[in-house]
């Protein structure tokens, strides 16, 4: 296996800081619906949009977030949630939308047979891209240019979708199986996500709102069920796929929002990968040691986030920063944070990203 040369990602600012909030954050907050709408049709996208980044700038103004006046503009899916469905949808899942509830989609199970004779379709010919394209093109010729992407999902977590828990069987007895599945999945992610590129610029946003602050803009692939299987398991049946999406789509970036990503770091080293994020509960100096020349993204915790006290707050993002080494080529961050999260807890952790900062002379 050839590695892809990892690419040097530069910040636009030292040690840049993401929220992200729940639907239900949004939308009793602001209003807003996150029914199919929300998703699917390009005046409701725009207005949305405008409202978001207008509230982001009442809440967390002061600390450089939203923006006082938005104007209109052509987002062909919100830069401000996590998510995503249009992997799981493409491959047959139907979508539960709710008005205050990221989009679900429902398990569909496939029989063996059908997993083994499984071929990805073409996203240009199917629901949702299919409609989604024909909006982007409208957008595009009403303002010239298109802003933003989507989450295209990862392996396991599309997988899972149509296998069921067969899959950990399978991935531990009869592994050609999965792997052939997962790499038809990775086709249809790496080309979703070109295509989106193309259009706009950039990948995975919508995946992680940090990628926005970085040049160029990393695909970053979501794992967020990589933390179900073992290293061992990971390294046998997972990585080589991983391995050939890094091949193919660049800068390559893996979203780790689970516990102990230093027990898959030494892998994810093997990838390479250009950006990872650190879920809580990791160890950022270990996650260091195995990845030196990677971009770390350290991921607070939104449930203490929602739960405990500012001065916990402050401990927790102390301790991520203290932990993690060199503060260069670090961000911070908390995605899918509920309703009723503490302002005080936001502020918080604002100050001590300033803090650091002016301590750094950056």
């Not at 807003?32 to 809440?59: G, H, P, W």
């Not at 992997?87 to 679900?104: K, T, V, Y």
């Not at 073992?230 to 999406?245: D, V």
């Not at 350290?298 to 203290?322: G, H, K, Q, V």
Request: glycine letters at 6%; a negative charge.
């Amino acid at each position: 296996m050839g590695f892809t040369k990892m690419m040097s990602l530069t910040a636009d600012q030292f040690l840049p800081l993401e929220f992200v909030f729940n639907p239900n954050w949004w939308n009793k907050n602001a209003g807003i619906k996150f029914d199919s709408t929300f998703y699917m049709d390009a005046d409701t996208r725009e207005k949305n949009d405008q409202i978001m980044r207008r509230v982001l700038y009442e809440k967390l103004g002061n600390f450089g977030f939203g923006e006082k006046n938005p104007q209109p503009r052509p987002v062909i899916g919100s830069l401000f949630v996590a998510g995503g469905f249009i992997i799981p949808a493409m491959l047959g899942a139907q979508i539960r939308f709710s008005d205050a509830e990221a989009p679900q989609p429902l398990p569909v199970t496939l029989t063996k047979q059908q997993i083994e004779s499984f071929s990805h379709p073409d996203f240009r010919e199917t629901w949702p891209m299919s409609e989604l394209i024909r909006s982007w093109d409208a957008q595009e010729n009403k303002y010239g240019y298109l802003v933003g992407d989507l989450n295209t999902d990862g392996l396991l977590n599309a997988a899972y979708h149509f296998y069921g828990a067969d899959l950990f069987t399978d991935l531990l007895e009869e592994p050609d199986r999965p792997i052939r599945f997962m790499q038809e999945i990775s086709d249809l992610i790496v080309e979703t996500a070109s295509y989106i590129q193309h259009r706009t610029g950039s990948y995975s946003i919508s995946v992680n709102r940090m990628a926005a602050h970085l040049n160029p803009t990393p695909f970053i692939h979501a794992n967020c069920s990589v933390q179900m299987i073992s290293p061992r398991i990971y390294s046998r049946c997972h990585l080589a796929i991983e391995q050939k999406m890094a091949e193919r789509i660049q800068p390559f970036g893996i979203h780790h929002c689970g516990i102990q990503m230093e027990r898959y770091a030494a892998e994810y080293a093997k990838v390479p990968t250009d950006f990872c994020d650190v879920g809580w509960g990791s160890d950022p100096m270990k996650c260091r040691e195995a990845l030196p020349d990677s971009f770390l993204n350290l991921r607070l915790s939104p449930i203490r986030m929602l739960r405990n006290t500012r001065e916990e707050i402050i401990a927790d993002t102390e301790y991520l920063l203290n932990r993690v080494g060199s503060l260069d080529r670090v961000g911070i961050c908390c995605i899918n944070m509920d309703y009723g999260t503490p302002e005080e807890n936001l502020f918080a952790v604002c100050q001590v990203v300033e803090k650091y900062r002016k301590l750094s002379g950056k």
